[in-house]
């Protein structure tokens, strides 16, 4: 079962352009449009006349214009022109979803519309300063639950198994002795990891150089039901990381994980990097992307292993083990939204 009252990212905002973009999200088929002034809109992906895909329409003055006999429908769903005739059904509409455009993202929200409050939105002010954290992204779609990629970025030991050639390195001690800081927030949960005096993973060794070892930190804050917020980096021993992380020299990136649910066994993963070192380097930019891109590809594959795992066997018989103690915290998290949903739900 899906929470449905929260902000989802339906898209990048670069990807909804002149052509309709069909997505499906949380098992709803959308398509979304981006009209002649440039607003953007999520609809059902089907016509309220003959229920055609809307996906093989076209954007045309006016809104999103049916692929069949040419109906066109406005970002609010209402139907704004019929071929041949003058007079319009008041019943001439398909369901629309909020949709809010900002910080590179497209926020949806699936659940009631009254309900869809734009200050909950997160803020990802990186994205909008191109100077200080030049960034790329991209959306992988992945065969797995977004709750079990939820879990992968809140148990950062499997960087040392998964990660071994990029962003992990492959003393595995250096990830299990991590000192880690929970904290629980309102909004989901936050947490601080310090590898101390310890070797740089093979990514930062390529974007900066090091004298020797480093002091490594790694924040991570999730925010429910899916957003995840990163800021990672290392500096040499000596240079005080721990008091004060941002100092020129030392290899910091931010990274953004959105998961969006699709079904219940499949979700888009939209990341972007943001690069803290050597920003009027084009090539540094670029480098990073792909290194991450490398290491999220391990993600993938192995979360998509396991969901098919998973998917024969179930859920039970597994067992938890320190390391999944954040991992836990966000699961409570979703459960407690889902519960709230439901209640509300039946006793509607
Ligand atoms: S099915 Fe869309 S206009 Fe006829
Ligand atoms: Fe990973």
């Known amino acids: 079962m899906f929470i449905r009252n929260a902000w989802y990212i339906a898209a990048w905002a670069d990807e909804v352009g002149p052509q309709p973009l069909a997505r499906t999200i949380l098992g709803d088929a959308l398509v979304l449009f981006r009209d002649h002034e440039g607003r953007v809109g999520a609809l059902e992906d089907r016509c309220c006349h003959r229920g055609t895909p809307l996906r093989f329409g076209e954007v045309v003055e006016g809104g999103l214009q049916?692929?069949?006999?040419?109906?066109?429908?406005?970002?609010?769903?209402?139907?704004?022109?019929i071929p041949?005739?003058?007079?319009?059904?008041?019943?001439?509409?398909?369901?629309?979803?909020?949709?809010?455009?900002?910080?590179e993202f497209l926020w949806i929200w699936m659940g009631e519309a009254s309900e869809a409050d734009t200050s909950k939105i997160l803020d990802y002010p990186f994205h909008n300063d191109h100077a200080k954290w030049p960034h790329k992204h991209t959306v992988y779609h992945i065969a797995a639950g977004y709750e079990l990629m939820v879990d992968n970025l809140m148990d950062l030991t499997h960087l040392a198994y998964v990660h071994k050639s990029?962003?992990?390195?492959?003393?595995?001690?250096?990830?299990?002795?991590?000192?880690?800081?929970v904290t629980p927030k309102d909004t989901g949960l936050h947490y601080?990891?310090?590898?101390?005096?310890?070797?740089?993973?093979?990514?930062?060794?390529?974007?900066?150089?090091?004298?020797?070892?480093?002091?490594?930190?790694?924040?991570?804050?999730?925010?429910?039901?899916?957003?995840?917020?990163?800021?990672?980096?290392?500096?040499?021993?000596?240079?005080?990381?721990?008091?004060?992380?941002?100092?020129?020299?030392?290899?910091?990136?931010?990274?953004?994980?959105?998961?969006?649910?699709?079904?219940?066994?499949?979700?888009?993963?939209?990341?972007?990097?943001?690069?803290?070192?050597?920003?009027?380097?084009?090539?540094?930019?670029?480098?990073?992307?792909?290194?991450?891109a490398n290491a999220f590809t391990e993600d993938k594959a192995i979360v998509e292993a396991q969901q098919a795992s998973l998917s024969v066997t179930g859920e039970d018989r597994l067992v938890d083990i320190v390391s999944d103690a954040a991992r836990i915290h966000m699961r409570r998290t979703l459960q407690r939204m889902q519960a709230g949903e439901s209640a509300v739900a039946s006793s509607a």
Request: net charge negative; proline share 5%; hydrophobic share 35%.
């Open 66 to 81: 049916c692929g069949y006999h040419g109906l066109v429908f406005d970002g609010s769903g209402a139907c704004v022109s």
């Open 84 to 103: 041949g005739q003058t007079k319009i059904p008041a019943k001439a509409c398909v369901r629309s979803y909020p949709i809010v455009e900002k910080d």
């Open 166 to 181: 990029t962003i992990g390195g492959s003393n595995a001690k250096i990830h299990v002795n991590a000192q880690m800081k």
């Open 192 to 292: 601080l990891r310090w590898m101390l005096d310890c070797d740089a993973p093979p990514t930062y060794k390529k974007a900066v150089s090091f004298k020797g070892h480093v002091d490594r930190w790694q924040e991570f804050e999730f925010i429910a039901p899916s957003s995840v917020v990163q800021w990672s980096g290392a500096l040499d021993v000596g240079r005080g990381a721990q008091d004060r992380r941002d100092q020129d020299g030392g290899f910091s990136l931010r990274l953004f994980h959105g998961l969006t649910p699709e079904t219940e066994s499949s979700c888009f993963y939209f990341w972007s990097t943001c690069n803290g070192y050597r920003q009027d380097e084009p090539e540094a930019t670029e480098q990073l992307f792909a290194e991450i």
